[in-house]
């Protein structure tokens, strides 16, 4: 096809490949080619370097063999900036006459109008690389639409005395269809592909006697090259009852011309085994390749199965309902490339320490930016709090037994078991739920002992919580409001602003912007210049000397970063001549230390949030 490198400037000999030019502009058999002879055309950025695409479309359609594949990849209007790289070859401009046409780039939705109504189906395949809007290319796979003529006369096979097919009839005839009805005893009807309900009732080779089973093969035999769509009940797809299996032998024994079709409910799935009758009838005895034979329909819908593979490693470590398991990352950076990973057997406990089955775990801030590699810790662990019941207790355990729904902090909590010490799980009132105690923990603790504990925030003080919406910031608010403080805060979008105007009654005034360093020009302003008794620190880079200058003479900054810290930040020395402090809380830590714990009473957490 036509492309920026000709025939002539990369001639090589290779065997068994032919090298010829297509100008896909012009119709293929004026230049020689003959119609329906490829099975795979590849067109990489091919088609929207031409302002007849679907002209260009119907000459492909010409080449491509009926059940062959059209292979494109193609770049999206939104990649303008492609035309910086490649816009300076002519070629790239090639056949574009309309001047609003931006280059080689189609927007993917434009493409798939143009492909159907070139008679192409491109239901296989549409893979963008992104989500919109940041996709840059997509790789379609499409083949001609197959418009092969089916006879519309059936036979429906049943069994003697059966009771009225009512549904199915009315709804083949509703289509259409010309419909008899047989039972294994009569020759069956000439030219008529017979749709099987011999299972509709029970299965129907359970317990068969031999005059049947010879009336059955005897019918068989006679079919010639009917095919046959055996309809039976799901044996698959959450089987009910194993017995309707015997049916799946039977069809792949006589494999020639005929597929099963499992279904949940045969009477109120009509409409559906119809859809699986037209796509039988369209069947190509030489299309070995992509053969669909067994067809399952549940809650509506149609199935059809396919080959994937896995690896026994995969399927061990999610087997068994008992299995240990810890989320993790082989490469750090690469979101794509966590899994589950299997965990060996644990050791026996320590006497201190209790294991909780994970429920439900809390998703930080922090578990985003380590699993991406912009902070890295000494030890790789995702998961900091989290909820579930407890399995296992240490002997000099006493406040906890198994059983209990526990709240907890302990490293590595994307797991499905979790060891971590007594003194770190709370006891959860039934009234909460895991997903709501999986969040509370961490962000409350952190909250009370930055503000109360290091920050000594009282009564009349003023504080500035950055991040305003996250969990520490919420749990922070409602900390502050409760000790009667002055707080002022900042966040990231109008919704948030909102979110905070309207359940914690804190004026629009002092709600500023956490993206840019504007929010100390606005606490200076509302101060009157003094700045603020604490700040509440979680932003990181240039943001983090803004924050050291809302702190007012004799004020404290609490860090709950890790950012700055990991990257050797640089701190303004002169604020520390007024007596300013610079504080770091990092609430992980507390597991080698775990006696600070005990000065906040364990269920102040979750009094707190039942009466809010």
């Not at 490829?38 to 091919?46: E, M, P, S």
């Not at 930040?569 to 520390?576: R, T």
Request: hydrophobic content about 40%; charged content about 20%; overall charge negative.
């Amino acid at each position: 096809m036509k492309g920026f490198i000709s025939v002539s400037e990369n001639q090589k000999k290779l065997p068994n490949l032919n090298y010829a030019s297509l100008d896909i502009d012009q119709d293929p058999f004026e230049q020689g080619f003959e119609g329906h002879q490829y099975d795979l055309i590849i067109a990489n950025n091919t088609l929207p370097s031409t302002d007849r695409t679907s002209t260009s479309l119907q000459y492909i359609k010409k080449l491509l063999h009926p059940r062959g594949i059209l292979l494109t990849h193609q770049l999206y209007q939104s990649s303008k900036w492609i035309n910086y790289i490649f816009g300076t070859d002519p070629n790239w401009w090639c056949g574009i006459t309309n001047e609003s046409n931006h280059g080689g780039h189609f927007h993917g939705s434009n493409l798939y109008d143009e492909l159907v109504s070139a008679g192409i189906n491109v239901s296989d395949t549409m893979l963008p690389d992104s989500q919109n809007p940041v996709q840059s290319n997509a790789i379609i796979t499409a083949s001609p639409v197959i418009t092969k003529e089916t006879t519309r006369r059936i036979s429906l096979l049943h069994r003697d005395g059966t009771r009225d097919l009512g549904p199915i009839i009315q709804e083949l005839e509703l289509q259409g269809y010309d419909v008899v009805t047989c039972t294994i005893h009569d020759c069956p009807p000439s030219g008529r592909d017979v749709v099987v309900l011999l299972d509709r009732d029970g299965p129907f080779f359970e317990n068969i006697d031999s005059q049947s089973f010879d009336s059955f093969k005897r019918f068989v035999h006679n079919l010639n090259d009917a095919g046959i769509l055996w309809v039976f009940r799901i044996s698959q797809m959450r089987c009910q009852d194993p017995r309707y299996a015997q049916v799946i032998g039977i069809a792949r024994t006589m494999r020639s011309e005929n597929a099963t079709c499992e279904v949940d409910n045969i009477d109120g799935a009509a409409h559906q085994l119809i859809q699986v009758l037209m796509k039988f009838q369209r069947r190509d005895p030489d299309d070995s390749l992509r053969p669909d034979y067994e067809y399952s329909i549940v809650n509506g819908v149609i199935h059809v199965g396919r080959f994937y593979p896995y690896t026994l490693s995969d399927e061990a470590s999610g087997a068994g309902m008992n299995s240990r398991a810890a989320l993790n990352v082989d490469a750090a950076g690469r979101l794509s490339t966590l899994h589950w990973a299997p965990q060996p057997v644990v050791p026996p406990l320590q006497p201190d320490e209790v294991e909780v089955e994970m429920y439900s775990v809390g998703l930080s801030f922090r578990d985003i930016l380590v699993a991406m590699k912009v902070v890295e810790l000494p030890i790789f662990a995702l998961g900091l709090e989290g909820a579930g019941i407890v399995r296992r207790i240490g002997s000099h355990v006493k406040s906890l037994r198994v059983g209990n729904r526990v709240a907890m902090i302990g490293r590595g909590a994307f797991s499905t078991f979790v060891t971590t010490l007594e003194i770190l799980c709370v006891p959860i009132p039934e009234t909460l739920s895991f997903h709501e105690a999986a969040t509370m923990f961490f962000p409350f603790l952190t909250a009370m002992h930055s503000l109360i504990s290091v920050g000594g925030l009282g009564k009349g003080q003023s504080v500035l919580i950055h991040s305003a919406c996250g969990g520490v910031g919420l749990a922070a608010i409602q900390i502050a409001q409760m000790v009667d403080a002055e707080v002022y805060v900042t966040v990231g979008t109008e919704e948030k602003t909102q979110h905070i105007m309207d359940h914690f009654n804190i004026p629009r005034a002092r709600i500023f912007n956490s993206r840019d360093n504007s929010f100390l020009e606005g606490i200076l302003r509302e101060t009157h210049g003094k700045g603020v008794d604490l700040v509440l620190k979680s932003l990181s880079g240039e943001l983090l000397h803004a924050s050291w200058r809302c702190v007012a003479a004799f004020g404290k900054l609490v860090e709950i970063g890790k950012r700055d810290l990991i990257g050797c930040g640089k701190l303004d020395m002169n604020p520390f001549l007024a007596n300013r402090s610079y504080c770091c809380v990092d609430l992980d830590a507390f597991r080698d230390r775990p006696v600070l714990l005990q000065r906040y009473p364990p269920p102040i957490v979750f009094r707190k949030q039942e009466h809010a």
